[in-house]
Structure formats: C-alpha cells, structure tokens
C-alpha cells in the first residue's frame, strides 16, 4: 500500500464492465471491455467509487476490494490505473 498525505493508505480496487462493451465503445474510455478489469487505488471504496464517476461516467458495472476479486474471467488483464488525488 501506498501512503497518503492524510496517513492513510490507499488501497487497491478493481472495477469491471459490462457485457455491452463487447460491442459498444464506451463513451469515455475506448479500451473497456468486459474481458478486462480497471485498477483503482484509492483510500478507500467511496473514494473509488468517485473516481470511477470522474473517469468513466455511469459506464461501469463493478468495483470489487481487492479481497474478493477474481481476475481468472478477464483474459484482457489490467486496462488501465485509475488513481485518486491525494489531498
């Protein structure tokens, strides 16, 4: 984990998409694809959750804590890094 200005550490979030992306581009980011997930790190899931609203829009399915994400259905990997401000 990375530490913040505040002391606090960000942590890592994973955000995916949905299926329509498999055929739609996505509005705000071309590279979405529901076989790939974004890598969030934010301090905590609020925080990532307003970074995905910033970057992507309503255009997103899932932000998954690090804890419970499984990368095995998303052949593509890693799209992107997504990174909050620290404050």
């Known amino acids: 984990m990375t530490p913040t200005l505040l002391g606090q550490e960000k942590r890592t979030f994973f955000l995916t998409f949905g299926a329509k ?3 739609e581009t996505h509005p705000y ?3 979405a694809s529901p076989h ?3 890598t969030i790190r934010a301090r905590n899931y609020e925080e990532a959750r ?3 609203f910033n970057r992507l829009g309503k255009y997103w399915c899932w932000i998954y804590e690090s804890s419970s994400f499984d990368s095995s259905p998303y052949p593509l990997g890693e799209l992107a890094v997504f990174e ?3 404050d």
């Open 84 to 86: 909050g401000d620290d």
């Open 50 to 52: 307003q970074i995905a």
């Open 29 to 31: 980011f071309a590279e």
């Open 36 to 38: 790939g997930w974004v």
């Open 21 to 23: 992306y498999e055929i």
